[in-house]
């Protein structure tokens, strides 16, 4: 896992969710719980989404747009954005890794 | 859900509180968010380093009629005394404990007279700062005001027969009434209410466990002391949340009576 997600420890799974859910644009709290509700197929509580925002935001990998109503939209920036992309090509990597070991222990 | 976002720190409160007041307004929580929201309330405590402390917005008291800003300038005066009786609280069991061992036909206790104005002046003092939390609640909150009669009541009496547990009892029962009523209807921060709650449950545990391991008379003193100085928070939870009075204002029509301004402690 990538040293900038795999710091976060038990807020690492999330912060890679949000990530991805942010990847197409700007979203405010309740919209990343429901995106990434549909992405993992398991819901984000309010604590663990507004943890991971705080630790992201410290990080430098999403920041805060100004607020519309009560609702705050945030945006993934460009150090987040090479940080989720460096995450997903190693996940890609170790993926076709498993798949091939798979089919050759199959052959 | 908005009574759980209290449990956040302030500067987090700030930050994030409007955020996941929407998120409640837009889906209820379930017990699986609720349980989320407070391990998140204890990574927040853990963790203030996460949230820029310059974002902390202390709320204004909201301006009161001359005639309310002086009935809270009564009640603050109250919480002072409370306060100093944290002081007679804790000096009461020290005197206690060091009475003389007195020898009667039951066999040996302490002799803790020594100690009994001491304590009884903390509860008149409690019940002074509990008197000031009636002041400052104004009309309703009917349960946090019944538990803090009852608690204002009960401790002067428990005060001139300690051994009787029932009134002290009721009078921890009292308190946590009022803290948690108080607490629920925003009248009471969250740190004072648990420090008020936290402390009678020790204070009935200590004792109770002394009942259960059927101590004697010389070790029932020293578990009494324990006990006496566990609660001692409460005097310090109810006396500093009186200390904030707000502005006067002498337009009649701007201001309110309505204890609003007791949201902000």
Request: proline share 6%; aromatic share 6%; with cysteine.
């Amino acid at each position: 896992m990538n040293r900038e997600i795999a710091e976060l420890g038990r807020f690492a799974e999330p912060t890679l969710y949000i990530l991805v859910s942010l990847s197409d644009g700007p979203k405010h709290g309740y919209a990343i719980m429901l995106d990434v509700e549909a992405i993992s197929g398991a819901p984000l509580g309010p604590g663990t989404l507004y943890g991971a925002l705080a630790r992201m935001e410290k990080r430098g990998l999403i920041e805060a747009l100004e607020p519309v109503d009560r609702r705050r939209p945030y945006r993934i920036t460009g150090l987040g954005a090479s940080t989720l992309r460096a995450q997903l090509e190693g996940l890609a990597g170790f993926t076709r890794l498993g798949l091939d070991r798979l089919r050759g222990a199959s052959r | 859900m908005s009574r759980l976002v209290d449990l956040y720190p302030r500067a987090w409160r700030a930050r994030y509180g409007d955020e996941l007041e929407d998120l409640a307004a837009a889906r209820p929580l379930g017990l699986g968010g609720t349980i989320d929201l407070v391990r998140g309330a204890f990574d927040a405590h853990r963790h203030p380093e996460l949230v820029d402390p310059d974002v902390v917005v202390i709320a204004a008291p909201r301006p009161v009629s001359r005639q309310r800003y002086e009935d809270l300038r009564v009640a603050r005066r109250l919480g002072l005394g409370a306060i100093a009786g944290a002081v007679l609280i804790i000096i009461a069991p020290i005197l206690a404990l060091n009475g003389p061992i007195v020898f009667d036909g039951d066999g040996a206790y302490r002799d803790g007279m020594a100690a009994w104005p001491f304590l009884l002046g903390a509860m008149v003092l409690l019940s002074g700062g509990l008197l000031g939390h009636l002041i400052r609640l104004g009309s309703g909150h009917h349960v946090a005001r019944t538990g803090a009669i009852v608690a204002l009541l009960c401790g002067p009496l428990w005060a001139f027969g300690p051994w009787n547990l029932s009134l002290g009892t009721l009078m921890l029962v009292g308190l946590v009434v009022f803290a948690g009523a108080a607490w629920g209807a925003r009248a009471l921060s969250a740190a004072a209410a648990l420090a008020i709650i936290a402390s009678s449950i020790a204070c009935v545990a200590i004792i109770g466990a002394g009942v259960v391991a059927q101590v004697d008379r010389l070790q029932g003193t020293t578990v009494f002391v324990i006990a006496i100085l566990a609660v001692a928070p409460i005097w310090l939870a109810i006396g500093g949340t009186l200390h904030r009075l707000p502005e006067v204002d002498d337009d009649p029509a701007a201001s309110t009576d309505a204890p609003r301004e007791a949201s902000t402690v």
